[in-house]
């Protein structure tokens, strides 16, 4: 079955960027109808989603984290990336990756999820 | 953004109770609307979309309706694999947003 994993750094220094990347095994990433996200939790708080990127590249960014944020695909190795620059204490959080499935209704749900990472801003 | 507000955030309930948690959308929309369930130090899993469809392999006694600004998801007979937080998502809009979450425990 289709699974997802993210990886990256757990500690990141103020100013810096953060990436991660997410793992797609099981099943293409090139599947159509799936928008690969990033969602975040703060610590003992609820869920704030990220954004998307689609296998052809195209991108969606919540305009709450401005213009610090990039997402990338390579559909060579199966994985989707997220870059948010210019941490601070505040994006301290537990990051998931996830697929949102379309439905015909136009509806995205999150269906699947990787295990999520915990990345921590501090110098 | 759309808000979704979740009424009660915590609740304590008896084993076989049944279990009715609240959402609200400060815009009006029909069918984008799911549900999750995250335990502690899991990922949220899918439990309703679109409003009101099961996701495969989710136990009957969960169920969800709808419409317009005010969603519902039931627990219809409440069980101890149950305790966990349950989130409401809307996708009528992006970016899409998720209320704050409703804590089920057992009393």
């Known amino acids: 079955q289709v699974q997802l994993q993210e990886s990256g750094p757990g500690l990141v220094k103020p100013s810096q960027t953060l990436s991660l990347t997410c793992t797609v095994s099981?099943?293409?990433?090139?599947?159509?109808?799936?928008?690969w996200s990033w969602i975040r939790q703060h610590p003992g708080k609820g869920l704030e989603w990220m954004g998307y990127i689609y296998y052809s590249g195209s991108t969606y960014h919540n305009p709450s984290l401005k213009s610090r944020v990039t997402m990338s695909v390579d559909t060579s190795k199966n994985q989707f990336s997220l870059q948010l620059k210019s941490v601070t204490a505040a994006d301290t959080a537990l990051y998931f990756c996830a697929r949102a499935w379309v439905t015909d209704y136009s509806n995205y749900s999150f269906d699947l999820w990787g295990q999520g990472t915990l990345v921590t801003v501090s110098s | 953004d759309i808000q979704m507000t979740q009424s009660p955030s915590s609740l304590s309930a008896s084993v076989g109770d049944r279990v009715t948690i609240t959402c609200r959308a400060s815009e009006t929309f029909t069918g984008y609307l799911n549900w999750y369930q995250q335990k502690p130090g899991k990922a949220p899993k899918l439990l309703i979309y679109?409003?009101?469809s099961l996701q495969s392999g989710v136990p009957g006694r969960f169920s969800g309706s709808g419409s317009g600004t005010d969603f519902t998801l039931t627990i219809s007979s409440l069980q101890p694999e149950d305790i966990a937080t349950y989130y409401c998502?809307?996708?009528?809009?992006?970016?899409?947003?998720f209320g704050q979450g409703t804590k089920v425990e057992i009393k």
């Open positions: 679109a409003a009101s």
């Open positions: 099981g099943g293409s990433i090139s599947r159509a109808g799936y928008y």
């Open positions: 998502q809307q996708s009528y809009s992006a970016p899409w947003t």
